[in-house]
T-cell receptor, first 111, second 116 residues
Framework: GEDVEQSLFLSVREGDSSVINCTYTDSSSTYLYWYKQEPGAGLQLLTYIFSNMDMKQDQRLTVLLNKKDKHLSLRIADTQTGDSAIYFCAESGNAGNMLTFGGGTRLMVKP | DTGVSQDPRHKITKRGQNVTFRCDPISEHNRLYWYRQTLGQGPEFLTYFQNEAQLEKSRLLSDRFSAERPKGSFSTLEIQRTEQGDSAMYLC??????????????FGSGTQLSVL
């Protein structure tokens, strides 16, 4: 079955860049997504990338996709304390319309 | 746009009892999903509806779980004879998918179930 893996934790200083990594196994993934979850709130879609793209930039967010290695990353430039949250990558693959989520990476931003 | 709302926010029940959760999606969203999230894990897909039709169910969804979306608007998720392993956050999400393309899910804040 599909599997999505992420590192558990990342700590950065305010103003630095953050890079959150994700690997997946389903080579038929059509779209890959990054969601953000803040305490007590629902998941919020941050950005997505179509599987035939290598890179997508959206303001402070840059998504890189390496299809050969099945590796996805999210770079947050000029990280702010408000970026502290759990970040989930997800893929929509061959299994239907469901999303398969990774376990989440907790980002802590220190002032 | 009031977002996806879920009720209740928290539910504490004793093992063996039945519980029912409600989800009100964003109006005119034709798809509605149920996910389950345990502490430290990502959401796991349970089931989804397109309008009132339940189109897919996960292997995680045992016979004790049933979901409905009778008029293609709100949905309910019922768990019968709850077990301690059912303790989790139950998330509802909705989307509007006009055709082929990426799908943006809007999540509710979830219902936290604790089975004692």
């Amino acid at each position: 079955g599909e599997d999505v893996e992420q590192s558990l934790f990342l700590s950065v200083r305010e103003g630095d860049s953050s890079v959150i990594n994700c690997t997946y196994t389903d080579s038929s993934s059509t779209y890959l997504y990054w969601y953000k979850q803040e305490p007590g709130a629902g998941l919020q879609l941050l950005t997505y990338i179509f599987s035939n793209m290598d890179m997508k930039q959206d303001q402070r967010l840059t998504v890189l996709l390496n299809k050969k290695d099945k590796h996805l990353s999210l770079r947050i430039a000029d990280t702010q304390t408000g970026d502290s949250a759990i970040y989930f990558c997800a893929e929509s693959g061959n299994a239907g319309n469901m999303l398969t989520f990774g376990g989440g990476t907790r980002l802590m931003v220190k002032p | 746009d009031t977002g996806v709302s879920q009720d209740p926010r928290h539910k504490i029940t004793k093992r063996g009892q039945n519980v029912t959760f409600r989800c009100d999606p964003i109006s005119e969203h034709n798809r509605l999903y149920w996910y389950r999230q345990t502490l430290g894990q990502g959401p796991e897909f349970l089931t989804y509806f397109q309008n009132e039709a339940q189109l897919e169910k996960s292997r995680l969804l045992s016979d004790r779980f049933s979901a409905e979306r009778p008029k293609g608007s709100f949905s309910t998720l019922e768990i019968q004879r709850t077990e301690q392993g059912d303790s989790a956050m139950y998330l509802c999400a909705s989307s509007y998918l006009p055709g082929q393309g990426y799908e943006k899910l809007f999540f509710g804040s979830g219902t936290q179930l604790s089975v004692l």
